[in-house]
Each structure stands twice: as C-alpha cells, then as structure tokens.
C-alpha cells in the first residue's frame, strides 16, 4: 500500500507528462545547473535520478563569474552541442526566453526544472516544471533541489524503478539527504514537503563521509558546497555527490578542506565590510527599502551583506557592487515585500534579472548605473 505524501494526482499537469515524454526518448540528456548550493544539490539529484531510470546523462554547471548565471549565451558556446540531444535545466531557466530558443533552434529538446518567478515569456512545447506554474498547492514552496527530486519521484515510478511513491521516497537515501541540503539553504518556506525533506538533513553527513572526514559541522553545509566553484565544465561538488570513482578519497577531502578555509576567510571579510557598512549606514525611520552601491566590496559578499542588514534594521535593503565592466545587485526582504515586482518596474536597465519575492538579483550596464539608482530612489510601491 501506497502511504507517501505524493500520489499519481500531484502530477496531473500537462507540463510533467510532455517532461515525461522527452526524457522518455531522449539519447542523451545535459542537466545545466546552477553554481550555489541549491543549483549544485538539484544537479546530483538529476543526475543520480536520470542513471538510475536509465538514461544516458552529462551536466554542465556554468561558472557565475565566467558565464554567468541561469542559461546564458557565454554558457551556449561553452557547450558541446554534439553530446546530447535534449536540455534539462535544474534551478534555473524560467526567465531564460531568447536562450532557450537559440537552443531550441539547435534542433535540441529542452525541460525547465526551476523555482524562480518565471517573470518572462514561456515557450509553447516546453515543459516547465516550475511551482509558480503546476498549479498545485503542495508544491508552492519547493527550493530548486525539492522540484528535482519531486520529478525524480515521478520518474522512478514511471520508469517502473519503483512500484509506487512510497517506494520512491526511500529509493536512494543520498538524493534525499541533497534535497534536504538544498531546501535548507535556500531558506524556503517549510510546509508539509519541505519537512519531509529537511528529516534527512540530519543523515548528510552519514551519506557521504568526506564532510564528517573534514570534521564540516551542519551549520557550515551550505556555505562549503557553495564555494565549490565549476572548472571547465566539471564541478568537484557535483562529481561527489553522484560518486564519480575516478575521485579517490585524497582528492575530495583536499577539495572539501579547501572550501571550508575559503569559508572561514569569507566570514571574516563579511565581518569588515559589515562594520564599516554599518558605520555609514544612516536611517530616518522612513525608508521603504535601502539602496547601497558598493564598488569597492566585491559582489560575491553583497548578498549575505543585504540579509544581514535586512535582518537587522527590517527593511528590505538591496546592495550593488562592482564585477569588471558591469554592477551587480542583490537584494534580500523579510516577510511581504515583493523584490520581483519592484525590480520588474526597473527591468529596462538590466542585462538579467531574476530570483524570489525575498532574495531577488539583478545586473546592469557600468553606464546605466546612474540612472537606475535615480530611478530606484524614486519609485514608488
């Protein structure tokens, strides 16, 4: 008898049958993920799901500071279009319109597995296994990990790897400890699922070893698998979660080692630029949202920097800083306000835009700077 949470009827929507289908005749799938902890949890999970249902799979997981971030063209050309004939994004995608068709005109099928507010157009024939899209409540809430393991219960069952989902539930342990990791850094919402899933956090370290070899405590998770950082197109991070035997032990306890010291040096910067933001910062009492440009912080702080400011003072506040030629802004929001409604008002400035109600980011042109913080300043809700 069948007691999981989730039943044939969760997945009724059309876009999961035509997902379905696709994998189901598909030769060779490329899994394009994300470099964050969510991104990189929801590519292992896809790739541990597609061998076990059979299916012939590679990833690539662009690098945020080369490429970019979500499916973009500088990731296009890095690929091999040769390798595969489908496309299956995890944790990214949704807001990737002109992208996905200069794939699809590639002769190439394409799945968006995804969480972010699909702000942008949606191509017809595409599937887009999106919670802001399925249309069912018990999804709502999924990080990028929890949609790929949802699907990955779908296609176990489908692919008759499993007789039914409570079976499915329990198939591989180690999928359920990377969706428990993901969830819980991606700070979503815990509702019944979400629960579930953050049960196994506590088995991460059991499943795989080399964190308890390094002696990673749980609250450092987050932070040492976002740190591991794509070379090439190969991910560390990635090639132990799926258990690549041509990784010995000596080679992922030196990569884990490494992430955990760039870790500890990164909160001891986050600690400066805080105290010296924090001297600066002065308030009236009457801001809605807080807008600080930061040139001389580089941008891979500004986000922790914008939830510690955020939590601290209860205003939204979105920091920007400098990357090369362009600004990069991340903004973060405690319970209602809406950053992806605000930033849509200001989406003719940038170059990409994307995220969630509450933590949302954006990248603009060096010579525009000027005029959004102008027009930033004065918007009005």
Known sequence: ???????????????????????????????????????????????RTLK????????????RKRDGIGITNNGIKRINEKEFDTVMTVDCGSVNYAEIKKIIKKNKRVIITD???????????????????????????????????????????????????????????????????????????????????????????????????????EQDLCSVVATSKTAERRNMMVEIFTENNKINADRKITHISNCLSQVNEYR????????????????????KRILLVEEDIEYK???????????ETGIPVCIIGKRDAEFTGECRAKNVYNWVEFLKTLKAYFVSWGG???????????????????????SID
């Open 1 to 47: 008898m069948d007691n999981s949470m989730l039943t044939m009827s969760d997945f009724k929507h059309k876009y999961f049958k035509d997902a379905v289908e696709i994998i189901k005749s598909s030769k060779r799938i490329l899994v394009w993920g994300d470099e964050d902890s969510d991104g990189i949890t929801s590519t292992a999970i896809m790739m």
């Open 52 to 63: 076990a249902v059979g299916k012939r799979a590679d990833y690539f997981i662009p690098s």
């Open 115 to 217: 969480h972010h507010v699909p702000h942008d157009r949606l191509i017809a024939g595409v599937p887009y296994i999106n919670p802001h899209l399925l249309k069912n409540d018990k999804f709502s809430n999924l990080s990028g990990a929890g949609v790929a393991f949802i699907l990955s219960q779908l296609l176990l069952v489908t692919f008759k790897v499993c007789s039914d989902f409570e079976e499915a539930w329990e198939y591989d342990n180690k999928n359920l400890s990377l969706a428990a990791l993901g969830t819980k850094c991606d700070r979503v919402k815990e509702d019944s699922i979400n629960s579930a899933l953050l049960k196994s956090i506590k088995h991460f370290k059991r499943d795989f070893t080399v964190f308890g070899d390094v002696k990673v405590k």
């Open 268 to 287: 001891k910067n986050i600690q400066t630029h805080y105290s010296k933001l924090k001297r600066a910062l002065k308030l009236n009492g009457e801001e």
């Open 301 to 311: 702080y500004i986000g922790v920097l914008a939830g510690i400011l955020t939590e």
């Open 356 to 378: 969630h109600p509450q933590a949302a980011g954006f990248t603009l042109k060096g010579e525009k700077i000027e005029l959004f913080i102008n027009a930033f300043n004065t």
